[in-house]
């Protein structure tokens, strides 16, 4: 019988994502990837329903950092503030273990169009988290959705350069800047 | 032998769309589906390659129209101008056979979440489509990526008052006021 470990569900997105980059996606299994981690089939099934699934570890607490930090802002904060002050509480989930998967994690996505289809749908709840935080602070439609897409887009593009190794800086600061860049973008699109 | 029937497509995405209202999406079949539309199963797989697809049905021709209408654009036009033109195009794509059917896959979308998971994949497939028509015409990014955001939102919004029964209104001129709405908005994020 296996026990509850601590550690076990870091242990086994390293190895899915280790995996999946030596030898694809597709062929990998879930005993393989359990094997990896060092722990039993049953373990594996407890923090995860599938192997795709490894892909969105974190995404629930991702949510609850944006809609937490969006929360907290002062009240006197625009929507992109806001938004802004989301991004700045979701950045400590991207630990520096996080940050030494993300070029294997890459690859791994770009291999696969099944991790993808998980990819979108995880930013896609990353977009709804947000909207409903603004719309807690009383921001409507559209302009709830509005910030909350520009707010994944900053994430997006502030994750790729987090996770390129020749990038040392903290994702609170990229994420601020890549903010910055898509609020002077918006000026230009009309 | 089933022959091609010109058509089939079409009674097929009817079928499914009535069938997933009325006994819901996991219990229907592709028989089923087959059967109503007076088809073969083998006529159902030239045209899907399963029933989660039905619901994808005519998003390479949205894509097209939305890219061509992009380029079409006149040369002067903003981001946003170039994404109303795309707009425009693919409003010719919503035809009054499909009006109809909003409501019943509105709520077989409602009722399944591998409807909506198909239903957002679509979606991003759309925003996709608009940043490389954008990036055609020499829009970089980040500007492209969000343009095309704000389009995708306002196709989402204006195909929900489309689809409203109540609403008798063209696409094309709801795409445009959906569009000119979220114009506003975006000056109010900062």
């Not at 937490?68 to 002050?85: H, R």
């Not at 991004?87 to 520096?96: G, N, V």
């Not at 890459?106 to 947000?130: F, H």
């Amino acid at each position: 019988m296996a026990r509850w470990e601590p550690g076990a569900r870091e242990r086994l997105v390293v190895a899915a994502v280790d995996l999946f980059a030596e030898q694809g996606y597709d062929t990998t299994t879930v005993a393989q990837i359990a094997e990896r981690a060092g722990v039993t089939r049953s373990t594996f099934f407890r923090h995860f329903p599938d192997k795709r699934e490894v892909l969105a570890a974190g995404q629930d607490t991702l949510c609850q950092l944006l809609a937490a930090g969006i929360a907290d802002a002062p009240s006197s904060a625009t929507p992109l503030e806001a938004v802004g002050a989301g991004l700045e509480a979701a950045a400590q989930a991207f630990t520096p273990e996080r940050r030494d998967l993300g070029p294997k994690m890459r690859d791994a996505i770009a291999a696969s169009s099944e991790l993808q289809e998980r990819e979108t749908l995880k930013r896609v709840g990353l977009a709804t988290a947000i909207t409903d935080a603004l719309k807690e602070r009383g921001i409507s439609d559209p302009t709830a959705s509005l910030a909350a897409e520009v707010g994944v887009l900053a994430l997006k593009m502030a994750y790729a350069r987090w996770a390129d190794p020749t990038n040392r800086q903290e994702l609170a600061a990229i994420a601020r800047q890549s903010l910055q860049e898509l609020q002077t973008a918006s000026a230009t699109l009309s």
